[in-house]
């Protein structure tokens, strides 16, 4: 089976001002007193993923199905019911799944820079 590199678009990356945050405050519902005073009550809320020091898009990047042959990018592959892991990468022509191997770059949220893939040759 083939694999792609998905790889980072340079040009995307950029550092986020407020990284690191994972609280934010929500305003909630406005309660009037008997003397007609209003008050709204704030919400704290924790965000399960704080937001990381860079942010970036992929590049976009044609993919070939190893069972029709048909080439597409790579953001047409379906994806099949979330609790099976194997009806994954779905071919948008024939509809088989694990139609081809995606390797995506990652960033390092330190220096913000990529880190080299190691490119593992199956064939
Ligand atoms: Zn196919």
Same mark, same amino acid.
């Given at each position: 089976?083939?694999?792609?590199?998905?790889?980072?678009?340079?040009?995307?990356?950029?550092?986020?001002?407020?990284?690191?945050?994972?609280?934010?405050?929500?305003?909630?519902?406005?309660?009037?007193?008997?003397?007609?005073?209003?008050?709204?009550?704030?919400?704290?809320?924790? %965000? &399960?993923?704080?937001?990381?020091?860079?942010?970036? !898009?992929? @590049? +976009?990047?044609?993919? /070939? *199905? %190893? &069972?029709?042959?048909?080439?597409?990018?790579?953001? !047409?592959? @379906? +994806?099949?019911?979330? /609790? *099976?892991?194997?009806?994954?990468?779905?071919?948008?022509?024939?509809?088989?799944?694990?139609?081809?191997?995606?390797?995506?770059?990652?960033?390092?949220?330190?220096?913000?820079?990529?880190?080299?893939?190691?490119?593992?040759?199956?064939?």
């Amino acid at each position: 089976m083939k694999t792609f590199i998905i790889k980072i678009d340079i040009n995307s990356i950029k550092k986020n001002s407020d990284a690191g945050m994972d609280t934010f405050a929500v305003l909630g519902r406005k309660t009037i007193g008997s003397d007609g005073s209003s008050s709204r009550h704030i919400q704290i809320v924790r %965000s &399960l993923i704080p937001i990381p020091d860079y942010s970036f !898009e992929y @590049l +976009d990047c044609i993919v /070939e *199905c %190893s &069972l029709c042959s048909e080439h597409f990018s790579y953001k !047409e592959l @379906l +994806d099949g019911d979330y /609790e *099976c892991d194997e009806d994954t990468n779905i071919c948008p022509k024939c509809k088989k799944s694990n139609c081809c191997v995606l390797t995506f770059e990652t960033l390092d949220q330190k220096t913000g820079l990529i880190i080299p893939l190691r490119i593992l040759n199956s064939n």
